[in-house]
């Protein structure tokens, strides 16, 4: 593909959004000699940084040390003299402890990104930015009205939560995610509508925090666009644990009641709880602020339309990120902007290819993935052989405990190459890494498979399921 790349260099660029579509964009573009100002009506880092990705981990750290000290009691872990209590059970978590970590957490590194910005040169303006045409942003800040005009329009906006008409948040008892982090203390009993990553995240976490978790899934197994094989684990994993799954059901309503919340599901029960997470999926900020009349196209759906430069249908504007529907992920978001910017300077640049970007579920244990999922090599009609190793065949694994779990590669039959794999493990997001060289090089089975690791190692079931896929001609 032969990509035009004007030369535009001391262009006066103008970033709509402050989270990781925006802000790599602005360091990249001020790099290339633009004069660079990012817009953000909250906080710099975006909803990535303020509600979704840093708060989220933050809080499954805890989680995930809990669901550790649950195992202890296997590993011989007892407290005190010979008295064999369950681990588990000497600790409890403090919310209100543990959610003004994940806030100062976050709001530090907003800064951070601030600072940094500013450090570098660009420009950032605090307030609700909108497009008055292609070329000119006009700001509503905490100091009136901004007009600025740019040669480069980079569109950022992110996501908000979707919201149902008959459950409307109310911050205390029916929630989205970004209003999780008041809660002082752990619901006694949480029911999260939607089993997609947020939901399927969230459910894990706080049950392993201590709460009671119903997870409303509307599909027949919890992480539908997830490896078949790596869902149904999980969803295992869910149920031994003691967490309520309602298969093939939705929310239709949710009420406060006289000490909790009351859910209406599809099938006409009621369902009740101390508190409702809506995890329902997001709707592009996209809405009102004059993209249409500026000649950028929305898909049916309301994201940006873009090319794989991230180039917009106006001219000048590009966009990147949530709000493009891409891929939703702040890497992806990083990439799109970095792109877009490397294009409109007239940097060298290449297409993003999604083929190539790893993604981690950060449930317990994790689901890490990269390269092409087996659906799309079905889909596709494509040539591919596959081989699995459970997790509990792993010496290492044995001596920690670990019994879920698996490492799956998919590669071409004849040349060996990687086309994809899947770990579910245990910080699988650190294991992926591997497999991403092989899916992002190209290398085979047989590279993998003649590389030394450790012994004892999780990493080793990589090389071993490499091993296993060594084509054998003729
Ligand atoms: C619960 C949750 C957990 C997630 N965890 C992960 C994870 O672990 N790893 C991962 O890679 N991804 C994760 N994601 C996805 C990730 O959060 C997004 O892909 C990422 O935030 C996208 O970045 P962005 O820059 O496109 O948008 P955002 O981060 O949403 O930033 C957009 C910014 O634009 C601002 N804005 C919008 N409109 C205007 C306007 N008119 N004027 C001024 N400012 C405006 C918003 O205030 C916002 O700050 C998670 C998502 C959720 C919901
Ligand atoms: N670890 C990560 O990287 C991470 C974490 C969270 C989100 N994300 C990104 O965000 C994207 C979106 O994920 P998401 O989970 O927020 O949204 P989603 O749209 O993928 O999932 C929402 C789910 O809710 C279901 N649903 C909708 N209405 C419902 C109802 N009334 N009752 C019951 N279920 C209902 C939908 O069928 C869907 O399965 C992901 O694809 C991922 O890229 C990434």
Known sequence: MSIETPPQKSSRVVILGGGPGGYEAALVAHRLGADVTVVERNGLGGAAVLTDVVPSKTLIATAEWMTNAEQGAELGVRRGESRPADVASEHFVDLSVVNARVRSLATAQSADIRSRLEREGVRVVIGEGRLDGPSTVVVDGEDGTERLDAHVVLLALGTTPRVLPTAVPDGERILTWTQLYNLEEIPDHLIVVGSGVTGAEFAGAYHALGADVTLVSSRDRVLPGEDADAAELIEGVFRSRGMRVESRMRAEAAERTADGVAVTLSDGRVIEGSHVLFAVGSIPSTDGIGLAEAGVELTESGHVRVDRVSRTTARGVYAAGDCTGVLPLASVAAMQGRVAMSHALGDAVSPIKTRNVAANIFTAPEIATVGYSEKQLQEDGAKYV?????????????????????????????????????????????????????????????????????????????????????????
């Open 386 to 474: 596959t081989a699995t190793l459970p997790l509990a065949r792993n010496p290492r694994a044995k001596m920690q405990e670990m019994h879920d779990g698996f490492v799956k590669l998919f590669a071409h039959p004849d040349a060996g190459i990687v086309l994809g794999g899947v770990i579910v493990a245990p910080r699988a997001s650190e294991l992926i890494f591997p497999i991403t060289l092989a899916v992002s090089h190209r290398l085979t089975v047989d590279d993998v498979a003649d590389s030394f690791t450790i012994y004892p190692s999780l990493s080793g079931s990589i090389a071993e399921v490499a091993r296993m896929l060594h084509p054998r001609h003729p």
